[in-house]
């Protein structure tokens, strides 16, 4: 470059720098992202020639449809060990071209490179039209064309479904087994991968409405192998090739123990580099001890240690330090000598009827703690873990506008933005935990180590009782936690169809439920991972704080929330809660047993749309209650 170019670039720049300054941030909080955010790269591309969808894949067990053998959604062992690969769809009939090209890179060099589209289903469930042997075209790299629509005998047109699988069938693997399968995706020409659901007796995958695509494109296809209790477990159906890698290696690091290093599922090694990071004080080992199966935990038994719940805990309402006890309890600790803890003492019944008469009783916590009773504290049983990368994606600026349109608001919901401050003193909009108080992803993951399993990172470099300084987990670990935790699918609407849900969701609107349980937004442009950028999503919140009234109350504020406050929680992924969990348990603290009581137990800004529920005769009840089960 010139001297006279390099000037004129410096002056460019100090002009773009003067210019952004000179717009000021209409916003009380610093965007996450903004226009300016660099972003990972597109996962499609339209050309001249050709669309171009990149996905990434993992290796599975055996085939979507197989119900009996309960071994595909769950990993394989080493599953992240050259078990992911970056694909590519080049679209041509999408601009009047002939046909499709799928190239795909693999991690390490296949044995039966086979390549199946078109699904066929005779006498297997996994049966194709079209099967192939992809040549090799580079370095792990494979193709394969489709000239025709081979199932119904004529050329591709824009439209056509081709479900297509890729096994990963590894030749000589450095750990675990041989030989692999892939996940079924369905492919719309001229439109890209998208959810399915299988049809008729075959079960032939056919595109979900777009209502079903509770999570955008993350949304995953119907389940149709036995094995519920891996739902939440899943890549976003449009996972990037950036992101496979980063997402097994994240996982890797949520089903390990922080104590000894090993890993929470049989057939995988200990992560030797990780072992000895735990305590000395702390709640749980690993992610996955309270999040298992990334759902969320049921209660203990009456008097058994809670190992699942979080006690924060403070030397008054507003969440000051307690002197003794710090932030949160640790129940456990390396010696053997916690510093106190805490299990339900009791259940304390409510009676309460029905509009229509019929009865109802509600269950309330009654805590016992050992060591020190903290004078004020907010239990929290672990949450579910889906679609919370759509949650960061989603702008500041349409959550704000809530905020403010609730401040007019005639039927008393007030809810309001929680503001907080992340690790560099910037003022954020706070979306995570149960009182929105963790800005970001990235900010909560770090906080969990520390606070429940006391490891530093860099982000949190100090632990609750004040000591510690050097971070124990990289900032590449850490990146690769939050990315998985990022990325993991939303599960599809169920039961559209059904004429009950489809009641049930009039009568969710209708009992105002929508005032805070928002259905729907589109994600930010900026966020810098493809598959969450301009996503339409139906979370069902407005990701706002309200006051629920004393019923639902703690005595601990957070931050600016008050100990009555609570952040909407997102309803997608809740009619799942039983397969996942083994059992339901709803609201912060776990105390609902059923949909019902978790409704019941609204007051507050939620006494109104409370009352509009029992009010309902038993029919309605149920039609609104399925609705959410088919979330
Ligand atoms: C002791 C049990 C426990 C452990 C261990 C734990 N969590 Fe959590 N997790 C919780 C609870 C309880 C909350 C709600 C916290 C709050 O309200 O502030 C939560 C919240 C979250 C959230 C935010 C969910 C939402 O909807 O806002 C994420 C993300 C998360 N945890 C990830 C992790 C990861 C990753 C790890 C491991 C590094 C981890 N957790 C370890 C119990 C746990
Ligand atoms: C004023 C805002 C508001 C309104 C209106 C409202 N909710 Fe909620 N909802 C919340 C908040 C906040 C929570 C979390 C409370 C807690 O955990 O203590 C919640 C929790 C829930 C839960 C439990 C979710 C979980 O993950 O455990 C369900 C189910 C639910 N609401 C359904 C409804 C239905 C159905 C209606 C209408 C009849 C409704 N809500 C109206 C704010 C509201």
Redesign the pocket.
């Known amino acids: 470059m010139t001297k006279q170019a390099i000037s004129l670039l410096t002056l460019a720049l100090a002009f773009a720098t003067t210019a952004a300054a000179a717009a000021p941030n209409p916003l009380p909080v610093v965007p996450l992202f903004e226009a300016t955010t660099k972003l990972e790269p597109a996962t499609t591309e339209d050309t001249p020639d050709a669309l171009i969808t990149r996905f990434a894949d993992r290796a599975r067990d055996r085939h979507a449809r197989e119900a009996k053998f309960h071994s595909y959604d769950h990993y394989l062992s080493f599953y992240w060990e050259e078990r992911t690969m970056a694909v590519e769809i080049v679209d041509r009939v999408a601009k009047g071209g002939k046909d499709i090209t799928v190239n795909y890179t693999t991690l390490a060099p296949l044995g039966a490179p086979e390549f199946r589209a078109f699904f066929r289903g005779v006498n297997t469930v996994a049966e194709y039209h079209f099967n192939y042997s992809a040549p090799l075209i580079g370095s792990n790299r494979y193709t394969a064309t489709l000239r025709h629509n081979v199932t119904e005998k004529r050329p591709l047109q824009p439209g056509d479904r081709i479900e297509m699988e890729i096994s990963q069938f590894l030749k000589a693997p450095k750990n675990g087994r041989k030989n692999y399968y892939g996940t079924t995706v369905l492919y719309v020409v001229g439109k890209g991968i998208v959810p399915w659901e299988g049809r008729g007796e075959l079960l032939d995958s056919f595109p979900l409405p777009e209502k079903a695509w509770l999570g955008g494109l993350t949304t995953l296809p119907y389940q149709y192998s036995a094995e519920p209790q891996h739902r939440f477990k899943q890549m976003a159906g449009n996972i990037a090739p950036v992101s496979a890698q980063p997402f097994m290696l994240g996982r890797r690091l949520?089903h390990t123990d922080f104590g000894n290093g090993s890993h929470s599922e049989k057939g995988n090694p200990a992560f030797d580099e990780q072992r000895g990071k735990l305590g000395p004080q702390f709640?749980?080992q690993?992610?996955v001890?309270?999040?298992v199966n990334n759902g969320r935990a049921l209660p203990p038994a009456l008097g058994k240690p809670m190992?699942?719940?979080?006690v924060?805990v403070g030397a008054d309402a507003k969440g000051t330090a307690h002197p003794n006890l710090g932030g949160a309890l640790q129940p456990q600790s390396a010696d053997g000598t916690p510093e106190a803890g805490a299990s339900i003492a009791s259940w304390q019944s409510i009676e309460g009827k029905y509009a229509d008469g019929t009865p109802f009783t509600l269950r309330k916590l009654v805590y016992a703690f050992t060591g020190e009773t903290p004078p004020h504290f907010s239990a929290?049983?672990?949450?579910q873990?889906v679609g919370?990368g759509l949650l960061e994606a989603i702008d500041e600026a349409d959550v704000l506008a809530l905020a403010e349109a609730n401040r007019k608001r005639a039927d008393g919901v007030r809810g309001r933005a929680h503001i907080v401050k992340d690790e560099h003193g910037k003022a954020r909009l706070g979306?995570?935990?149960?009182?929105a108080?963790?800005p970001s992803?990235r900010h909560?993951?770090a906080g969990?180590?520390n606070s429940?399993?006391s490891v530093t990172t860099s982000v949190f470099p100090k632990l609750d009782d004040g000591t510690g300084s050097k971070p124990e987990l990289s900032d590449t670990d850490l990146a690769n936690?939050t990315r998985y935790?990022s990325t993991l699918g939303v599960s599809a609407r169920r039961d559209l169809d059904d004429a009950d849900a489809q009641r049930g969701e009039q009568l969710f609107a209708k009992a105002n439920c929508t005032a805070c349980h928002t259905p729907g937004f589109t994600t930010s442009r900026h966020h810098p991972l493809a598959e969450l950028r301009a996503q339409k999503v139906q979370p069902f919140t407005d990701l706002l704080l309200h006051d629920m009234g004393p019923g639902l109350a703690d005595n601990l504020g957070e931050h600016d929330a008050t100990g009555a406050e609570w952040r909407t929680?997102?309803l997608w992924s809740l009619g799942l809660t039983a397969g996942v969990s083994g059992g339901e348990a709803y609201l912060?603290d776990g105390r609902a047993r059923t949909l019902e009581e978790a409704i019941l137990w609204h007051g507050g800004e939620g006494e109104q749309a409370k009352e509009a529920f029992r009010a309902m005769p038993a029919a309605e009840r149920a039609a609104l209650v399925k609705f959410l089960k088919s979330l």
């Open positions: 949520h709640v749980a690993s992610c001890a309270c999040h190992y699942q719940t979080v924060k929290r049983l672990t949450p873990l919370l979306r995570f935990g149960y009182k108080g963790q992803v909560q993951v969990a180590l429940d399993m936690l935790i929680p997102p912060h």
